[in-house]
């Protein structure tokens, strides 16, 4: 007969040695069990967090021969790429090569695009992106731990400058002679002691004329005038009663966040459910602009209008926010960079109850034209992606955290005239992208968004530094998403493609800096720019045709 063990608890063990026949083999296995759990596992590179970019950055040490392993908080690789963004925000495609280009080489065979001359595909279902990074990983020979969280607190070990070992809340603990944190949040980054900031510089902290609180903006804004307050003279729901400050002016305040959703009209789909909590008074100002709109325009608006529904393969999408009010949970990020492990389950629990009532609302409601609601209900979330989590991203959009203030911070000159560098890394070239950060009302009583930015750049190149905390705070880690840059620069560089190609240069920096027994901040920038190069990676755009 088995034993049955309730959490190991030493009343079982006591009764389970007691009935057991062969009390040496089950003491022998308890012995295992314990040693197992708080064991020490100690590795050339530990990666902490498995967005694309950490994922990218343990296959790419891994490649460079270091016994590599990355650390997941959940039981999912892939972040936003393999949690909605299928939709890929690549700017110029020029600038995007080396491991992040074999990624979506990879998606290409996978979709068999070559049959249509194309070799690559920039747009992938969620599972397919998840699939594909597993097999790089495997393909690496990365050890991948899921469910491996750091402690809350007190999780980074030191010794002088450098860190020791991280501590995970299971007990288990890992050592290295490089560390990365490849998390949104920059949790391994912030727990080490590394300088760090969030929210909007002010312009003249860095000389951004981009920076800081924006004066009005054409886009994803009210361009009817709405009042924002009700006849009895109350702000409508989903406005702050924040009074506008001086554009350019620095806060602390978040850009909005959101789902990038699955959908399908497929006919399995998943209908949008009425959810727990759903009040539909807090919608008043979406059927108000839509009404606005119709009346205006002589014509109920398009779905597409409200909702950016980027096509993928399979008949599914990925939704994203558009217009004034959308899926963007307006200022609900703003406790986000600050909040304990349980307030941001909260803060996830509160966009995604906005946004299922956003749905149910749309779908629904009589305040929505008939047509609306229509052309709503003939889409439903897609019943073939993430179904442990009913068919609901797992990945909250966290477009802005921390970020890291390192060795050097980019900032907007870098973006648009200061575009190369001694210690290139890789490019960007998508628009400064800033999601609103508060729904306010104007001075003329009329609501307004702020906070959106989208702004030209001109293709640059991304230095090596951004990814290096100050040298007398760390000389063995690297940080390739919580980046050192301004807010006004991490909306550019911000895009899943450079945190992979981010992800790719740490890899390599931290086989140079372990062969060469040097901090990561010392490292021969040159050798390393080049040995980039001899793995496809770009630093000189050229506006050629690509796929």
Not at 183 to 207: H, N, P, V
Not at 413 to 426: A, F, H, N, S, Y
């Amino acid at each position: 007969m088995g034993i049955a063990w309730c959490r190991f608890c030493w009343a079982c063990i006591a009764a389970a040695c007691i009935r057991s026949k062969n009390v040496r083999a089950i003491l022998l296995l308890l012995v295992s069990v314990f040693a197992a759990r708080g064991a020490t596992q100690s590795y050339d590179v530990v990666v902490y967090g498995g967005t694309a970019g950490g994922v990218i950055a343990a296959v790419s040490a891994a490649r460079e021969g270091l016994k590599t392993v990355l650390l997941e908080p959940t039981g999912h690789v892939g972040g936003m790429v393999s949690s909605g963004l299928g939709y890929t925000d690549f700017g110029k495609k020029q600038v995007i090569d080396g491991y992040a280009y074999e990624f979506y080489k990879l998606v290409g065979k996978y979709y068999q695009t070559s049959q249509y001359s194309q070799e690559v595909s920039w747009y992938h279902e969620p599972h397919v992106a998840e699939q594909i990074f597993r097999e790089m990983l495997r393909g690496a020979h990365v050890t991948v731990v899921e469910h491996a969280r750091l402690k809350e607190k007190n999780a980074v070990s030191k010794e002088g400058t450098r860190v020791v070992s991280i501590g995970m809340e299971n007990g288990d603990s890992f050592t290295a002679g490089v560390f990365m944190d490849c998390t949104y949040e920059g949790d391994l980054m912030a727990q080490a002691g590394i300088t760090w900031t969030y929210g909007r510089e002010a312009s003249e902290q860095y000389g951004e004329s981009l920076a800081g609180v924006r004066d009005r903006t054409p886009f994803h804004q009210f361009l009817i005038d709405i009042p924002a307050k009700d006849a009895e003279g109350r702000l409508l729901p989903e406005i702050s009663n924040n009074k506008p400050a001086a554009p350019g002016s620095a806060d602390k305040a978040v850009q909005a966040y959101n789902f990038r959703m699955c959908f399908s009209q497929a006919a399995d789909r998943v209908p949008f459910a009425r959810p727990d909590g759903y009040d539909p008074r807090r919608y008043t100002l979406f059927a108000k602009l839509v009404e606005a709109r119709a009346k205006a325009e002589g014509k109920v608006p398009a779905l597409a209008t409200v909702l950016s529904i980027g096509h993928l393969p399979n008949g599914t999408t990925d939704i994203n926010n558009n217009g004034a009010f959308s899926t963007d949970y307006i200022g609900g990020s703003w406790n986000y960079p600050n909040a304990s492990y349980a307030e941001r389950d909260r803060i996830w629990d509160d966009h995604k109850l906005y946004t299922q009532g956003l749905f149910y609302f749309m779908a629904n409601d009589p305040h929505v034209p008939a047509s609306m609601r229509a052309e709503m209900n003939s889409w439903g979330l897609c019943a073939q992606e993430f179904t442990d989590s009913d068919h609901w991203p797992r990945q909250l959009y966290i477009r802005e955290d921390r970020r890291m203030v390192g060795e050097y911070v980019m900032v907007q000159k870098d973006l648009q005239t200061e575009l190369t560098k001694p210690d290139p890394i890789g490019m960007g070239s998508y628009n400064s992208d800033s999601h609103n950060v508060q729904r306010i009302a104007g001075a003329d009583g009329f609501v307004r968004n702020e906070g959106d930015m989208q702004v030209a750049v001109k293709p640059y190149q991304i230095p090596y530094r951004i990814l290096l905390p100050k040298r007398a705070e760390a000389t063995n880690l690297l940080v390739p998403v919580a980046f050192s840059a301004s807010h006004v620069a991490y909306s550019s560089v911000r895009m899943e493609p450079q945190y992979m190609m981010l992800g790719q240069a740490a890899g390599v920096a931290a086989k140079m800096a372990l062969e060469g027994k040097t901090a990561v901040q010392l490292i021969d920038t040159k050798s390393l720019t080049e040995k980039l190069r001899k793995q496809g990676v770009i630093f000189d755009y050229v506006a050629a045709i690509r796929n």
